[in-house]
């Protein structure tokens, strides 16, 4: 199903909106990672709001598609997403990476609904995705599994027995997306460990692979649509995204993978943001 | 004096001998005839830790991840995560050796009730060498928040440990060595996950011991009997949580202990113990085990030697506690 205008502006204002919150919150928290977050805003604006099969008042629901974020520093993003569909209240997001609090600085299972599974040491989400796509497609199942990855995350070989297993047990339930903003803490990715090409690197491994803008809502929904199509292997979607995305001042800056963000800083983003 | 429900030939000198391998793979079998959501997930070693049973008979149920143990662990959680009950198999040095970030974020932090399964455990693995004798696992799942620690002492109580475990909602690890060790129990020996037996009554020490040194802790209870010492056996098959009440009545009672294991005494059941009494009721404790080493090929019976897991050093530890008491 194409996205229609109307439906592209009513997503582009949700994203805005999680942008603005994934700011505030890091603002609050003092810390956290918000070059990767705004990156990825569009994406999970698109996955909850359009894509995924779910139900913010059930969590739980057994038929849900699965989403597994591997890069689980990027939390803000989800954290924001899932309040606006609904998961929780807004106001909980206050409370980002305070004692008690179901927003912990890395996502952790059970603390917060619509968490699939924990995650911060990076490699191992696309193994636990894959196992579960296992099952699914062992029991029948018509639920997805989408699983996140960063770039970087790309360097761990947890990663890469995930992919052979992928398409070895010819995962169709099965689309990961790599946030592909070619920057990573020491640097440029292609410096700090050179990926190169990651469609032909995934396409030897046997997937199903497709590039797209990671913040054109049409070529996102795209992608996912035609994921479903592909039968009987996995498929990569490479989304080429801009770190910090929204906010001028931290978008391709390496400083802002980590960072805190001061009043001053807030003021002018949340400006940018409106 | 023996426990009345434990082989009555265990004192022969031809006693059976069966390798715990093949109670885990009589275990994992019957558990997969009775939950049909039982998955097996192995690493390129499904006949070396006796696996290959169940996979004959349920082979829709194996799923097969190659040399890959991030891969095992990881995928196990997946496949939990969506309500299927996992045994997760490997040489213990792989996994848990190699992957034990994985498992303590995807199966411990996630509680996701993963079945971890570590063959070829102790330095009895023997002729393999250092690389293959997992001498720190224990230590390592036993730090984990939420993992259960299962270490059986033969063929028997493996499969019951294995039986029991698939009932179990939280993740568990059992390890056990390759070698074929003596038939200690029988049907009618109780186990339970959580509770440690008394194999051999006794009131001047306590000898705690898991694995196959229960039964060189055995052999050492009827020497020293004949020399009119009388030491209380106890066998920890679960290592945690440990079986703190049938521990302290035992330190109470007798009030000089030592244990007994093929792991590194650090961080093993030496460790546990000592945590448990220094902390309730502080008595002498001596600790066979590895002392802060590796070791090397050689036959099973030649390493135990060699390093210490015998009965010998089992009564020269019972002697010096009894000097302290």
Redesign the interface.
Known sequence: MKLTAQKVEELEKIAQEVRREIVSMIYRAGSGHPGGSLGMADIFTALYFQILNHNPKDPEYLERDRLVLSNGHICPVQYAALALAGYFPLEDLQDLRKIGSGLQGHPYRGFLPGIETTSGPLGSGLSQAAGMAWAGKHDQKKWQVVCLMSDAEQDEGNVWEAVMFATKYKLGNLTAVIDRNKIEVDGPTEKVMPLGSLKEKYQAFGWHVLEIDGHDFKEIANAFEESKDIKGKPVLIVANTVLGKGVSFMENKIEWHSHSINKEELDKALKELE | MLNKTLNPKLFNEDVERISMRDGFSEGLVRAGEEDENL?AVCADLVKSIKMDAFTQKFP?RL?E??V?E??LV???????????NVFAGSYAIFSPGRNW??IR??IC???QPVKLVGSHAGIGTGPDGVTHQALEDLALMRVLPNMVVLSPCDAEETKKATLAMAKLDMPCYIRFPREEVPVITTKDSPFEIGKAQVFWEGKDATIISTGEMVYQALLAAKELAESKISVRVINVSTIKPLDTKCILQAVEETGAIVTAEDHQVAGGLGSAVSELVSQNFPVPVKMVGIHDRFGESGQPEELMEKYGLTKEEIIKGVLTVLRMK
Do not use: L, P, R, Y
């Open positions: 998955i829709d799923v991840v190659g890959a991030q891969n990881t995928v196990a959680s997946g496949i939990a995560a969506a309500s299927k970030e994985q974020t995807t932090i996630n509680n």
